[in-house]
């Protein structure tokens, strides 16, 4: 890891690991050039020849007859606006004037370890030994706006964290209309896109077509990142797989509106950008204030897909998560949701906290409808009072009842919204976002709370901080059902009313700050009507988010797949829930449900006391998998070997340990292939010299769970050869093999 800056030359050199990004600054009037970015290069000599400065159209500081032609096709790292440069803008204003022109020029720089907070907002984080720090400071001299560009390296992954700041230094004030947190210039050398794409209980499928002339974007505008589109694109060799092909990955640390596009211009050059989705998006700056936009993170790998996702793996687990239990394995719990949705009492809930503490289970979360006269889904939102009528006796009661079955106790909150038939919503009507003289829309029977107000965020949390305080409650889900609309800030001047999207983001962002800083143990897991907002900023407040509604183990391996190539499994809220499958009605076996859970948190989402005594006896066994097992898939290597969206047959992956002595494979074979062959996957990761022996992970009750086997196999066998996998009967049959080193 290294940040170089070479004076002649004038370049900077940013070194990770396997990658080199190299920023030159050209003219003498600065402009910020992109050089490379790609394999590590130790020696760059002559690299400022691909930013073609030096061909037709001339540099402006030597020929300005042809500025604007040089403007539009110069790698820039941070796009001006409306001045010559014809691609998408990375920084667009409007002045008093109403002019929108931004031109960056470099004025100075900084390199220092370490790598500084981003005010009100998360971002990675890492000692002085871990990351290293590089500050570009430009000015617009007509705007007096002063643009930092910072970028940071980590010692220990191949992802570069980047973000920017602008300070508005003039008297009048100016209002950024669009602010991009990263700006990346690069040939297009045939790529391909990669976005994910979805909807409710259907979250972040993958999507990779050719990179063809144009913009190509995905985005939100609902005040979070969404189940629709991702903040998250990456830009691969046309004939890129898991592990063959240069692969850059880019991914946002921000949970409200985004964009992130590629765009390919005349000359076939492609710029990426992401950041906060200009639309709708207008911030006043006063004169001495500046803007902090979220931190992007990019990516590069020359092996192929799984390059990309390790990264970023390594990256959030080791300098994003902050959360205690970032190295710890998770409490196993069993949520109510799916057991007893609204209906439920302490009766009940003390009778599968029984049932399933005798099983191993760990916690009990109780989800929604605990509080005010919350029966059902159109109501009650904002009154976080216990429902003493449902739960007899209190809250207290029912915890310390949980606590004495040796079970922990988690708890349901939904702190950004609430219902138009609510108590909070008679004493504060003007509480909720809404435009005057328009009736705002209901989702879910619910509307949103302007959390950008103090008083609004205050009263949320003390109610929430009573609850936590009154009983021994150690786990809190952080919901979210509903996305924004009809945007109006009650407290807001006409000339800021574009301030409160992002607002909202930093009020939420600010009310999980404090909960953690109230509760510093707390486990906190993200939620959004399911997966809508598994993104990178809430993993800085939660290690793990509820990936989706969906608990059907088929539909899960597709919404596993494309979330685990961006974020760590530890970070997969996974549940084993019963058939039919609530959402989409289809039968798996119990184990094999297990068996897909096991990749990510591992929980139970059904009424243990209704289980059929052939599941209930699997329980206790794969409890007994997980605590075996969760080291290994929390801070494992993940290699993605074969995927069901892809061929429509089988899933396989594999996690293998940072030392390589051990691995699990697990596979499902989604569909029964009459009359064919076992099948051959390849593996990766493991030692080629080293001999491994084989055992088949088992939940039959009864037997032992690693039912080992005289099979012995060489790391080369497994990963050039390959490993033969018998053919099941019947569909939806999965196994996890286990290789030890000998
Ligand atoms: C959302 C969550 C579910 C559950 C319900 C409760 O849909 O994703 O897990 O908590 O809300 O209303």
Known sequence: MGIKYFEKERFFKLDTPNTSYVIAIVSSEGFVGHAYYGERIEDVTGIAELMRVHEAPFTPDTNARDRLSFLDCFPTEYAGHGVGDYRESSIRVKTVGGHSAVQPYYVSHVIYKGKKKLEGLPATWGSEEDVETLEITCVDPVLDLQIVLE?????????????????NRDVQPIFLEKVMSGCLDMDNENFDMITLHGSWARERR????????????????????????????????????????????????YSGNFVAMAQVNQFDSARVMMGINPEDFSWKLESGETFQAPEMIMTYSAVGIGGMTRSLHELYRKHLIRSPYRNKKRPILINNWEATYFDFNETKLLEIAKEASQMGIEMLVMDDGWFGNRCDDNRALGDWEVNEDKLKGGLKKLVDGVNALGMEFGIWFEPEMISPESNLYKEHPDWAIAIPGRTPGLARNQLVLDISRKEVRDCIIDKMFKVLHSANIKYVKWDMNRPLSDIGGACLPADRQGELYHRFTLGMYEMQERLLAEFPDLLLENCSGGGARFDAGMLYYS?????????????????????????????????????????????????????????????????????????????????????????????GDYYRIDSYQENHYYDCTQVVSKDKSECIVTYVQVLAKPSSHSHKVRLEGLKADKQYALSIVSVKPGEELLQKTDRIFSGATLMKGGFVIPNAWGDFQSTIYYFEEI
């Open 151 to 167: 970028y940071s390296v980590f010692a220990d992954t191949d992802s570069i964290a980047r973000n920017v700041r602008v300070t």
């Open 206 to 253: 993958m999507q990779r077509n050719p990179l063809g002339k144009g913009v190509h974007s995905v985005s939100s505008l609902r005040g979070e990142s969404g189940h629709q589109e991702h903040p998250f694109i990456a830009l691969l060799e046309h004939t890129a797989t898991q592990n063959r092909g240069q692969v850059y990955g880019f991914s946002l640390v």
């Open 543 to 635: 290690p793990q988010i509820w990936c989706s509604d969906d608990t059907d183990a088929v539909e899960r391996l597709a919404i596993q797949e494309s979330t685990a190539m961006i974020y760590p499994l530890s970070a997969m809220g996974a549940h084993v829930s019963v058939c039919p499958n609530h959402t989409v009605g289809r039968n798996t076996p119990f184990a094999t449900r297990g068996n897909v859970a096991l990749a990510g948190t591992f929980g139970y989402e059904l009424d243990v006391t209704k289980l059929s005594d052939e599941d209930k006896a699997m329980v206790p066994r794969q409890v007994a998998m997980y605590h075996r097992f969760n080291d290994l898939v929390r801070e």
